[in-house]
């Protein structure tokens, strides 16, 4: 009998990654695909991290990892933490796992039990939701809007916390809004969070690095909450290392503990060659990354400018990450004809089979009326793209 775990059963589909495969399969059909679905930056990973990974081929690193990672990796992860953050961490608070998708993972398995409350700022990435649900714990939500950039308030956060309450997950570059939480927003939510003690604050940090307004602020830098803050981040955004699947904690000792043990009996240390290459990147002086940022930050521009044009578009300025992310219920209603636009959804399937524009609709981040739209492409790409998109919507009346 064909019945998979309920487990699974429960689990919904990547919506970004549906969208990257169905865009990838009308590419392949030749159709004029300009995918802006998906979360990974354009740029080749810089040649010195790649000759790091040679070099690591030619040195046999070909046997099994440690565990938490090498020693050298952790390290520079260490150093990492006190450059760039002033947080002071040991290297056996931090475990190096395959990809920051795993590294959540891994958490959630380890602090989670079944009834479990986790505290999500909605837009949220679409996986946190998913994990929660392996974990057997229950999401809620806070709701914000495009008015107050999707930043949630102290006052929410205080209203959503219950006895049940385990965890608060929240992404800084948000993923998919781009916004980006100020040292004072965070401060005022660390003040919530330091009555609870039972809280432990799990911190996405990935997009930590493209950021174009504020500097970037961890969560972790308040003393009163530090000792229950995880901070999850990796190699892939950064360094332009999607496929090395390089992601790292640094947490509490027997929060570490516990991730380890987890990781232990799934899949171990990561690939040795990978570990490698990260250690060499996190290590660097990230010249590479802040040429990558300034190319972002024009795009970003250009494409602010060019949603001006694109009448009942309504969008906040994202500060961080690649994404824009506009509400776009102004064409709930409209049709073209053939087709009748009911929802962000419909609005961004609309857009793939009529201008061949490919976007990921935000019902799956928490923010059913927006549609995310990467600017991780090229400058004309871009062009292109919002181009096709004037003209398609001009069609909806």
């Known amino acids: 009998m064909e019945k998979v775990a309920d487990r699974i059963a429960r689990l919904s589909v990547s919506q970004t990654l549906a969208m990257a495969q169905k865009s990838r399969e009308l590419k392949a059909e030749g159709y004029p695909i300009i995918s802006l679905s998906i979360g990974e930056p354009d740029f080749d990973t810089p040649d010195f991290i790649k000759e790091a990974a040679k070099k690591a081929i030619d040195d046999n690193f070909s046997h099994y990892p440690p565990l938490a990672g090498y020693p050298v990796l952790r390290e520079a992860i260490v150093n990492k933490l006190k450059r760039d953050n002033n947080l002071d961490y040991s290297p056996d608070q931090i475990c190096v796992s395959n990809g920051a998708k795993h590294s959540l993972a891994n958490v959630i398995q380890s602090v989670v039990n ?80 330091a009555k609870y003690p039972n809280i432990i604050i799990i911190a996405d940090e990935i997009y930590e690095y493209i950021v174009y307004k504020h500097a970037h602020e961890s969560i972790a830098q308040f003393e009163a909450i530090k000792d229950r803050v995880v901070i999850i981040n990796g190699v892939s955004k950064a360094f332009a290392m999607t496929g090395y699947r390089v992601g790292y ?3 509490p000792l027997w929060i ?18 990978a570990q490698m290459a990260a250690a060499t990147a996190i290590q660097s002086d990230n010249c590479e990354v802040k040429k990558m940022v300034e190319q972002f930050a024009k795009r970003r521009n250009m494409v602010l400018e060019l949603l001006k044009d694109i009448p009942g578009f309504k969008t906040s300025i994202p500060d961080g990450a690649f994404y824009v992310f506009p509400d776009v219920s102004w064409y709930y209603g409209k049709s073209d004809g053939k087709v009748t636009i009911n929802s962000a959804a419909d609005l961004s399937m609309y857009l793939l089979n009529d201008c061949y524009v490919a976007c990921v609709s935000g019902e799956g981040f928490g923010a059913p009326d927006c549609i995310r739209f990467s600017y991780a492409a090229s400058e004309a790409e871009l062009q292109e793209a919002f181009a096709r998109v004037k003209e398609s919507l001009a069609k909806l009346k």
């Not at 102290?154 to 916390?161: D, G, S």
């Not at 570490?256 to 060659?273: D, E, I, R």
């Open 114 to 193: 079944p009834g479990d409350e986790v505290i999500i700022p909605a837009p949220y990435w679409v996986t946190y939701i998913e994990l929660v649900k392996l974990s057997e714990g229950e999401s809620v939500i806070i709701e914000t809007s495009v008015d107050t950039d999707f930043k949630i308030t102290p006052e929410q956060l205080e209203a959503a916390i219950t006895p049940k309450t385990r965890a608060f997950l929240f992404n800084s570059p948000n993923n998919p809004t781009g916004n980006v939480y100020t040292k004072e927003e965070l401060k005022a939510i660390a003040d919530v969070l």
């Open 256 to 273: 570490t503990k516990a991730v380890n043990k987890l990781q232990g009996q799934f899949t171990s240390g990561v690939n040795a060659v």
């Open 249 to 251: 904690i640094a947490a």
